[in-house]
C-alpha cells in the first residue's frame, strides 16, 4: 500500500485532513485538488511559495 492511501485511510478513521508526504495535521491543500493536503512544512518545501496553495 503507498503512503498516500495510507493517509487516506486514515484521514477516514480521525475526520480530519493529514499530510500526503509526512503524516501530520494538514494545513493546505493545492488548489482544485483538496484530498492533496500537506502541512506548512512540507507546503513550503515543496511549493517555496504558500500562496499556490489554499489553507484549511
Known amino acids: 500500500m503507498s503512503i498516500i492511501d495510507e493517509v487516506r485511510k ?11 508526504v509526512c503524516g501530520k495535521t494538514a494545513e493546505y491543500c493545492m488548489r482544485g485538488l483538496p484530498e492533496n493536503t500537506y502541512c506548512r512544512d512540507c507546503a513550503k518545501d515543496y511549493f517555496k511559495l504558500l500562496g499556490y496553495l489554499d489553507k484549511f
Open 10 to 20: 486514515e484521514e477516514k478513521k480521525h475526520h480530519k485532513k493529514m499530510c500526503v
